[in-house]
């Protein structure tokens, strides 16, 4: 019985993992057709200053799925990278993003407006990154001040010369680079003194119960007296609350970005000022 019973489960975990290859395989198909009948949409969320003013987005990738509905970038990302199509993915990104920078750029308001967007480790390792992106910037007419690039910790690894030389060639173009989700990965202060960047993002689970959390605090403290001793900018993700916002304000944090001011949303739906 004892016997059977192993037998089964076996079987039962090999029914579930075939189950979620088939799922995977789909999926990985249809990112392949999705990408060729326009089915992604960047959504943007704002980022404000200590005065609540938005001063930028950052652009994050939804993919509107004929059947599933929405699916959601912490799903299909993983998937684009195991194929070329992360490539074409992350091309639409900075085509999309630079084009909205030059509609914003006649709106009073809009047009100071900077736009981030995540870029994935492929792309960067990409031969061809670095003159797609100074292309499209050409092609687009898009101020390349405004265009943010974020990027990890973990994408540095292993080839950080080759990373270091390619951002360096965007940055002379006024191209900036943010460190996002810092504080989960792997950082030394000489490391980080060594990355041509602009700005570092507290990531969102150093901010999460912040108002409660002292260990936390004393961690955003840390990380933004770290940055500010670098000359970059701090960016705190996942604001919730306005307790966390406040803490964050006295401790000399300089952008925020979460619920707390506006979740990500289509460009239609985006105002001016967040609501107060
Ligand atoms: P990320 O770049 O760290 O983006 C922040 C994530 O936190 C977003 O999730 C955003 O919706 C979410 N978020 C913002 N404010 C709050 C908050 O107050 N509370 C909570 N709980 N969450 C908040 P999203 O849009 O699902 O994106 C997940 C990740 O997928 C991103 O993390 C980024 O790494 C990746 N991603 C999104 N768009 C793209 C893209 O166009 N290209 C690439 N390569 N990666 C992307
Ligand atoms: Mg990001
Ligand atoms: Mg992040
Ligand atoms: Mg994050």
Redesign the pocket.
């Known amino acids: 019985e004892a016997k059977d019973a192993g037998r089964n489960t076996v079987v039962f975990f090999d029914q579930n993992l075939q189950a979620r290859l088939n799922n995977r395989l789909e999926l990985q198909r249809d990112l392949h057709r999705g990408l060729a009948q326009n089915e992604f949409e960047l959504y943007y969320?704002p980022k404000v200053n200590a005065e609540r003013k938005i001063v930028g987005v950052?652009?994050?990738?939804r993919w509107h799925h004929p059947t599933r509905g929405m699916v959601?970038?912490?799903i299909f990302?993983p998937i684009a990278e195991e194929s070329a199509d992360i490539l074409k993915?992350?091309e639409w990104?900075v085509r999309t993003a630079c084009a909205q920078i030059v509609e914003w750029s006649s709106h009073p308001v809009r047009k100071y407006w900077t736009i981030a967007?995540?870029?994935?480790v492929k792309?960067l390792r990409g031969e061809s990154f670095v003159d797609q992106v100074i292309q499209i910037l050409l092609e687009t007419g898009a101020d390349p001040k405004l265009l943010v690039l974020?990027i990890t910790e973990s994408m540095l690894l292993g080839d950080t010369e080759a990373a270091i030389d390619k951002m360096d060639v965007l940055r002379a173009k006024g191209v900036r680079f943010a460190l996002?989700?810092f504080g989960t990965g792997y950082s030394s202060l000489s490391y980080l003194q060594r990355l041509p960047i602009d700005q570092l993002k507290i990531d969102?689970s150093f901010v999460q119960k912040l108002d409660s959390n002292h260990i936390h605090q004393k961690l955003t403290r840390s990380i933004i007296s770290l940055g500010h001793s670098l000359d970059l900018q701090i960016v705190a993700?996942?604001?919730?609350s306005e307790e966390e916002y406040e803490i964050l304000k006295q401790q000399g944090c300089d952008l925020f970005?979460?619920?707390?001011f506006a979740?990500?949303m289509q460009r239609t739906l985006l105002r001016d000022e967040v609501d107060t």
């Open positions: 969320q950052e652009g994050l990738a959601s970038p912490g990302i993915m992350g990104v967007i995540n870029v994935s792309q974020e996002d989700d969102q993700e996942g604001v919730e970005q979460g619920y707390l979740k990500p």
